[in-house]
């Protein structure tokens, strides 16, 4: 029976497939759901091909502003956790001091707390204080949650490096902060990018913490979780849509990017 | 380059040593370094923690303010109003793990070793879900799942609807705000935590010891078992890890997907906190769940034997 063959081969390449499925479904409802002109407030059921969300997105009301704070509270909290993160990743390969397991385990443990822990703890700080819930404690908190990440993928990048090749830049007479900037800093660059793209898409869309430390204040997640109670707007699945296909483009361009400079080398 | 690097008469094994010698001053720097960021851990972290222990031990209103007076009663109220949420939050949790890795598992094995060419773009897809606001894709399966359509229909013409109402896990025709929509909705929304750590370690196996178990003639499954499966724990343990904690703590899917009889301990922290604002009992059950998950993680990482892991 070649069929039964084939297909026992291959069960882990169908299984895998129907895996992938799952994860994809929900991104292609959005998008098909995106084109919906619904009855209703809420956009659950497929009624007819419309393609007026697409032609006015921002037309409903506080959704493009909410969209805006989201994208310039990642923006900060991206520059934040990255500068930090990289400071703490550089000395915790380069050097050797006191307390490292200390260090180690403070950096771990947040990407080890449940999230609604962290943000119920940080908002009783911030009652305690008495601080003002907004911009600024939302900021805050969103430093304090990517710089575990940042510290792991910067670490990873500097711990793989030569360093003959600092000593090389060191033998040619460049001074410290020459070598660190002309040569240091370029092999690390991939590292601190990729920590600082991970920041911003947490930032982005983090919902838990944000939900518990932004007071009156409505990110972009904060106004998707308030109309899933009072009715999803169209735009909604605009906004989703759109994300991904830019996202999705910027991933393939950097691959691209990235073949033609390894076929250079 | 080669030329250059072998310049220096005795090249230095430990990095950190060249760079560091001939500058005194510069044994401080690893301090500066960690300084900034680790203050932000100590104050935003460390110490919201101390607080929140405060908080939960303490006795008031909102009107009169709170005190610390040491009621450390708050706690056994706390599990005996919500015992049924905390065991809800494992239940679901554990069954979206153990769902995340059997469904992980052969994708993650599928872009290790089948997907040839194909495997960047297969893991672009994997990560691709993450790009749109995970809020709206969680909405989207209260179309997927709604009442009537396609998937419940298949289902219960399937009868798999009669075998899930029979142990509670959905309620007759409906499978939106039952246990069984909460729970597909956190192995959707962890699934990807799982796929990338399998991944990253069945990468790593070399694929010259499933030739040799297979000249020893042991079958695919047999190779399975005896040699990729049990190289592969490193990743097993941290994915399910990394899909379990933030599960138990999530209540985001049991609000959207779920009902009044699927709230988890994240719902209740998230109501008291926010709505209620019975801070003590907020706070209590906020340190209890974070003792919990530091115990069964501390023990799980100790009988897995990898350690080293963190």
Known sequence: ?265 | MTTVTETPPAPPLTPGKETRKPRKRGRLVPYWLLLPGLLWLVVFFALPMVYQASTSIQTGSLEDGFKVTWHFATYWDALADYWPQFLRSVLYAGAATILCLALGYPLAYLIAFRAGRWRNVVLILVIAPFFTSFLIRTLAWKTILSDGGPVVSALNALHVLDVTSWIGMTDGNRVLATPLAVICGLTYNFLPFMILPLYTSLERIDGRLHEAAGDLYATPATTFRKVTFPLSMPGVVSGTLLTFIPAAGDYVNADLLGSTDTRMVGNVIQTQFLRILDYPTAAALSFILMAAILIMVTVYIRRSGTEDLV
């Open chain 1, 1 to 265: 029976m070649p069929f039964v063959r084939w297909l026992r081969r291959n069960l882990v390449v169908i299984a895998g497939l129907i895996t992938l499925g799952y994860l994809l479904l929900p991104n292609l409802v959005v998008t098909v759901f995106s084109f919906n002109k619904p009855k209703g407030r809420f956009n659950y059921e497929w009624q007819q091909f419309s393609l007026d969300a697409w032609t006015n997105p921002c037309g409903v009301a506080d959704m493009c502003g909410s969209l805006s704070l989201s994208l310039q509270i990642a923006f900060w909290a991206t520059i934040g956790a990255t500068i930090l993160g990289t400071m703490i990743a550089f000395a915790l390969v380069r050097y050797r001091f006191r307390a490292r397991g200390a260090v180690n385990s403070l950096i771990f443990l947040p990407m080890a707390m449940p999230e609604v822990v962290m943000a119920a703890s940080l908002l009783t700080l911030f009652l305690n204080m008495g601080a003002q819930l907004g911009f600024w404690t939302i900021l805050i908190a969103h430093i304090m949650f990517c710089l575990s990440f940042v510290v792991t993928a910067v670490k990873a990048r500097v711990m793989s490096m030569d360093p003959r090749l600092e000593q090389a830049a060191q033998d040619l007479y460049a001074g410290p902060f020459q070598t660190f900037v002309r040569v240091t800093l370029p092999i690390a660059a991939p590292g601190i990018a990729a920590g600082a793209l991970l920041a911003f898409a947490l930032s982005f869309d983090d919902f838990i913490i944000t939900n518990f430390n932004a007071g009156s204040t409505v990110t972009f997640p904060m106004f998707v979780w308030g109309s899933a109670q009072r009715g999803t707007p169209v735009q909604i699945n605009v906004i989703g849509t759109a994300m991904f296909i830019v996202a999705v483009l910027l991933v393939l361009a950097a691959m691209l990017v990235g073949k033609r400079k390894n076929k250079a080398v």
